[in-house]
């Protein structure tokens, strides 16, 4: 009798969450693949800086521990005065103990065009020093909801006070589902 119990007892809750605990599809269909260029320019000197340093650094010459908050603008050319399409915001600190390495932890919102209201989530180690980087694309909004994909970084210029401008490539993986 305790065995026939247990055996139907086992059997019942199988059934009860067999039905609950279904995968998810997303029924989206292959995903739209995305191009994006843009200019990223950090600007840290100077009266109206887009970054702002946080935390001091430790000694050294690499800027370890030092840590900035940042609200970018991102536009089509490398001019600073090229059509803004949108704003980094977020944070990046100086990781490396001997070598400058930065860890970046950013929000790409666009403001502009087709992918106005729309953002990538961008974070990782940037090698600051290196002629291209290469950091993942975690995830997104709108358009670009459940994103991933990578980014590419060049460095265009860097002036006297340090204000650099950087050039992203960034092939973007999303649901088309998503209305792009």
Same mark, same amino acid.
């Given at each position: 009798?305790?065995?026939?119990?247990?055996?139907?007892?086992?059997?019942?809750?199988?059934?009860?969450?067999?039905?609950?605990?279904?995968?998810?599809?997303?029924?989206?269909?292959?995903?739209?693949?995305?191009?994006?260029?843009?200019?990223?320019?950090?600007?840290?000197?100077?009266?109206?800086?887009?970054?702002?340093?946080?935390?001091?650094?430790?000694?050294?010459?690499?800027?370890?521990?030092?840590?900035?908050? =940042?609200?970018? $603008?991102?536009?089509?050319? /490398?001019?600073?005065?090229?059509?803004? +399409?949108? &704003?980094?915001?977020?944070? #990046? *600190?100086?990781?490396?103990?001997?070598?400058?390495?930065?860890?970046?932890?950013?929000?790409?919102?666009?403001?502009?065009?087709?992918?106005?209201?729309?953002?990538?989530?961008?974070?990782?180690?940037?090698? =600051?020093?290196? $002629?291209?980087?290469?950091? /993942?694309?975690?995830?997104?909004?709108? +358009?670009? &909801?459940?994103?991933?994909? #990578? *980014?590419?970084?060049?460095?265009?210029?860097?002036?006297?006070?340090?204000?650099?401008?950087?050039?992203?490539?960034?092939?973007?993986?999303?649901?088309?589902?998503?209305?792009?």
């Amino acid at each position: 009798m305790s065995s026939t119990y247990w055996t139907i007892l086992f059997i019942s809750f199988t059934v009860a969450t067999s039905s609950w605990a279904q995968p998810a599809t997303t029924g989206g269909g292959p995903d739209t693949v995305t191009n994006l260029q843009f200019y990223f320019h950090d600007i840290v000197s100077g009266r109206n800086p887009t970054a702002v340093q946080i935390i001091k650094p430790a000694s050294g010459s690499s800027g370890f521990g030092q840590v900035n908050v =940042a609200d970018e $603008p991102l536009t089509v050319g /490398p001019d600073a005065s090229s059509k803004v +399409v949108g &704003r980094a915001q977020g944070m #990046y *600190a100086a990781a490396g103990q001997s070598e400058i390495s930065l860890l970046m932890a950013m929000s790409y919102g666009f403001t502009d065009g087709p992918y106005n209201g729309s953002s990538l989530s961008i974070m990782g180690k940037n090698p =600051a020093m290196d $002629p291209t980087r290469e950091l /993942p694309v975690l995830g997104g909004t709108g +358009v670009f &909801r459940m994103a991933r994909g #990578y *980014a590419e970084m060049k460095t265009v210029s860097v002036n006297a006070g340090g204000d650099a401008v950087v050039h992203y490539n960034v092939t973007v993986y999303a649901p088309a589902s998503n209305g792009q």
